[in-house]
């Protein structure tokens, strides 16, 4: 009797941020290996577009939103898979915050593209020359 060690049958994943990109792709790969996913998102859309995709492959899911910046978001989606699936053997974080900000301030960006470019002109002056510190 052959025993496939990669099946996941009989285990509950939740995916959180699973409902795009990389997150997606992990919510469906663990379907299809076998376990019931439960695929986090902010957007209800998007969720039953992922949790349709999880049913389709013959795998249990829920429908439910939260969002990684509330606390209790979070708290309300554990309770409702544990109640719902009893357990939770595999978790994967795939959330993220992106705070979009200048790298440097705009006054001073200037300046630290000069020095910058002197110290690239500086280093490639020690190259031609084989100088070494």
């Given amino acids: 009797m052959t025993r496939n060690i990669l099946s996941l049958e009989g285990k509950t994943a939740v995916v959180i941020g699973g409902i795009s990109g990389i997150g997606r792709t992990?919510?469906?790969?663990?379907?299809?290996?076998?376990?019931?996913?439960?695929?986090?998102?902010?957007?209800?859309?998007?969720?039953?577009?992922?949790?349709?995709e999880i049913e389709r492959r013959g795998r249990e899911t829920l429908r439910l939103c939260s969002d990684v910046c509330q606390r209790a978001s979070l708290e309300q989606r554990l309770a409702a898979s544990v109640q719902r699936f009893g357990k939770i053997d595999i978790l994967i974080n795939r959330a993220e915050i992106i705070k979009r900000t200048p790298l440097w301030p705009a006054a001073s960006t200037n300046r630290r593209w000069k020095k910058l470019r002197l110290k690239m002109m500086e280093h490639r002056g020690r190259e031609s020359s084989g100088w070494q510190e």
């Fill in 26 to 52: 992990l919510s469906l790969r663990l379907a299809d290996a076998g376990a019931d996913v439960i695929a986090s998102a902010r957007h209800q859309e998007q969720a039953d577009e992922t949790a349709a």
